[in-house]
């Protein structure tokens, strides 16, 4: 299990601690301008760069900001840059006042107390951090899946199973979350289930963005995609994103007749989903 919870954290880059004083107050357009410019470098995409923004938060706010939105955003790009020490004097900052109006962001700084303490092996102690994260938004499922982690690491493989399960239920395409799951169902002697866990962790690996734009990446994409179709038609993201393709290389009466078994699936949809799964099935309707 050591090894599995090595890799479902990812790879950190330290920066030096070093003293950073305060800004000046009142310089009100250079805190805006580091906020914007540090949620597109947390955001996830391949020009994320973590310790870009932690150098430019600092500048603009110091280690402890006033605003919610700021000690989060310095919390997170603490976190991913190997900061413990940063990541958690910007949760205090957090906690002092709260964000009444993101219920997530609170959610994601409970989650964020939680690593801390099992990136330092104390995952009994992590688990009431991430209950309280559920509290806040209960359908949370970086919370369940870090829930699940927390129990496996504790010699509790049937109830990691669950919360895994749960989460999956709200993002079924959660990477981490099929991984740790085929691992637990090994555990408990479930080889059938654990191989199918595997195929999903392996699929959805081969369908994830990447920057490879090669044929024989794109076949490969293609590919995955249509095999989670069928295996995990629950991931709607990723049925719209066949269906792009599908348009895209010519297959339009293919892509309409499968969007339009989607839409009568009665499966929950945002407002964007269903007016995306719409017009591919116009696109092939006799004008």
Not at 55 to 71: C, N, V, Y
Not at 109 to 132: Q, S
Not at 190 to 200: C, D, M, S
Request: hydrophobic letters at 45%; one cysteine or more.
């Amino acid at each position: 299990m050591r090894r599995a919870r090595r890799l479902l954290l990812p790879s950190l880059l330290a920066l030096p601690l070093v003293a950073c004083d305060p800004p000046p107050a009142g310089d009100a357009a250079a805190r805006a301008a580091a906020l914007a410019q540090a949620r597109d470098l947390l955001a996830t995409s391949a020009k994320a760069d973590p310790p870009k923004a932690l150098e430019l938060l600092l500048a603009a706010w110091g280690p402890a900001p006033e605003s919610p939105e700021a000690a989060l955003l310095l919390a997170r790009a603490a976190f991913r840059s190997g900061q413990a020490d940063r990541c958690t004097t910007a949760l205090d900052a957090y906690f002092v006042a709260p964000a009444d109006d993101h219920r997530e962001w609170t959610a994601e700084a409970w989650v964020l107390r939680g690593w801390l303490l099992e990136r330092d092996g104390r995952f009994a102690e992590a688990l009431p951090h991430y209950a309280k994260a559920l509290e806040v938004v209960p359908q949370y499922a970086w919370a369940l899946f870090r829930t699940g982690n927390a129990l496996a690491e504790s010699g509790d493989p049937k109830g990691a199973l669950a919360s895994v399960d749960r989460a999956l239920t709200e993002r079924p395409a959660l990477l981490e979350a099929h991984f740790l799951r085929a691992h637990l169902l090994r555990q408990l002697g479930r080889a059938e289930e654990a191989e199918k866990a595997t195929q999903l962790h392996r699929l959805l690996n081969q369908a994830g963005d990447n920057s490879a734009t090669t044929r024989e990446a794109m076949q490969q994409k293609f590919a995955a995609l249509e095999q989670l179709e069928t295996l995990l038609p629950q991931w709607i993201d990723g049925r719209l994103t066949l269906a792009r393709l599908r348009m895209k290389v010519g297959l339009k009466t293919l892509a309409a007749e499968r969007a339009a078994a989607l839409l009568r699936e009665g499966r929950p949809l945002t407002p964007e989903q269903r007016a995306e799964l719409q017009k591919v099935v116009e696109e092939e309707r006799p004008r």
